[in-house]
Antibody, heavy 125, light 106 residues
């Protein structure tokens, strides 16, 4: 079964660090694009970070310089290292697989087809 | 960054109604537009990819259309399980921005 399972969330004080894990099964994170998306309480979805199969990474401006996405191929797991946490980082964090789909003209329209169940991060003193 | 604006932010509808949600991009994104459904306390689910492609397992009452900057998600006959929040998302460029969501309620 293709699935993603996140872990590592919790209550952390402002300025602290957490590392989230996203364990994949049924497919290889090495060969897929992977993302982290978050959702603050009562708010909408916010894309956070992207990891290309070739290793390139991208970040939302709100987390750039503080968060780092990475993967461990041997564990088939993607990570999100979160440093200098702020109250505004409080959210449910989802990892999501990026899958290519075809439009009328090309086959490079990526969409998040598989999502984990989410892990809750609360930044508070 | 590309801004995605959905309208309305919320709507009330009845079972059997035809429901239309609009998503506008701040610049042309061709067909690089996806729609997701999220029920309260649940994980988002991909409904429509590439503006009009129906994700496997999604009922045919859901459809998407549009290209360039203006897109539409249509539910042809609203069912009880369709009460949820719907998000559009562009995959044209990073950051992969979402719309603010449209809550479909009774």
């Amino acid at each position: 079964e293709v699935q993603l399972v996140e872990s590592g969330g919790g209550l952390i004080q402002p300025g602290g660090s957490l590392r989230l894990s996203c364990a994949a099964s049924g497919f290889s994170v090495t060969n897929n694009y992977m993302n982290w998306v978050r959702q603050a309480p009562g708010k909408g979805l916010e894309w956070v970070s992207f990891l290309h199969s070739g290793g390139r990474t991208y970040y939302a401006d709100s987390v750039k310089g503080r968060f780092t996405i990475s993967r461990d191929n041997s564990k088939n797991t993607v990570y999100l290292q979160m440093n200098s946490l702020r109250a505004g980082d409080t959210a449910v964090y989802y990892c999501a697989r990026d899958e290519p789909y075809c439009s009328m003209t090309s086959c490079d329209v990526y969409a998040f087809d598989i999502w984990g169940q989410g892990t809750v991060v609360t930044v508070s003193s | 960054d590309i801004q995605m604006t959905q309208s309305p932010s919320s709507l009330s509808a009845s079972i059997g109604d035809r429901v239309t949600i609009t998503c506008r991009a701040s610049q042309s994104i061709s067909s690089y537009l996806n729609w997701y459904q999220q029920k309260p306390g649940k994980v988002p689910k991909l409904l429509i990819y590439a503006a009009s492609g129906l994700q496997s397992g999604v009922p045919s009452r859901f459809s998407g259309s549009g290209s360039g900057t203006d897109f539409t998600l249509t539910i042809s006959s609203l069912q009880p399980e369709d009460f949820a929040t719907y998000y559009c998302q562009q995959s044209y460029s990073s950051p992969r921005t979402f719309g603010q969501g449209t809550k479909v309620g009774i």
